[in-house]
């Protein structure tokens, strides 16, 4: 019987993780079988469990890591400012995005799965999310991160909700015309004067 060491070991669960992250997105959580997720990653169904404790397990960490894939890849790498605000938007709110189902952004393809899983994968978003929204809000108000962080969060869920509404339509012009819209909606957000703390 062949062992593999912990680095052929690590490798694998990263392969599974990616795999899943994608097959989630392009098919939803529901529509994504451990036989099928195994599969795309070129293992058999007995390999998943020397990885994970179950589907709810790899489903919590595939959201956790493609949220800090998005935190790095997209805020993190967007130049400085509010011209990296903006760049942002531009890209997120784009056909190219909106095409790239499986590529693309977590928020916009899992929400209302997320939503309703276990608390463990809401609280590996909720920690996934803070960290994608506190790059945002260092660019908003790099000075006072924690009072950016409401209108950051304001800034995704318009972005993710656009995406999603648009991924929707099949008149694809009337789609193309709401990622516009989107993207006009999202510059007036982030132009905006802040609001003052508290409620009345």
Do not use: W
């Amino acid at each position: 019987m062949v062992r593999y060491g912990k680095e052929h070991k690590s490798r694998t669960r990263r392969r599974i993780i990616e795999v899943a992250g994608r097959r989630f997105k392009q098919d939803g959580i529901d529509g994504s079988g451990v036989s099928t997720l195994m599969k795309d990653a070129g293992l058999t169904n007995g390999a998943f469990y020397a990885h994970f404790e179950s589907k709810n397990d790899l489903v919590a960490t595939a959201i956790a890591d493609q949220l800090k894939a998005q935190a790095e890849s997209v805020v993190a790498r967007a130049a400085p400012g509010r011209a990296g605000l903006e760049q942002i938007v531009r890209g997120y709110l784009s056909p190219q995005h909106r095409a790239s189902l499986g590529d693309g952004c977590p928020n916009a393809a899992l929400l209302d799965e997320i939503a309703r899983c276990a608390d463990t994968t809401r609280q590996a978003y909720t920690d996934g999310v803070l960290v994608l929204i506190d790059g945002i809000a260092d660019r908003m108000a790099p000075e006072a991160r924690s009072s950016a962080r409401v209108k950051a969060l304001s800034l995704l869920a318009l972005m993710a909700g656009t995406l999603q509404l648009s991924r929707a339509l099949t008149d694809s012009q009337l789609a193309n015309q709401l990622l516009d819209q989107g993207i006009s909606n999202a510059l007036a957000l982030l132009d905006a004067a802040p609001r003052p703390s508290g409620r009345a």
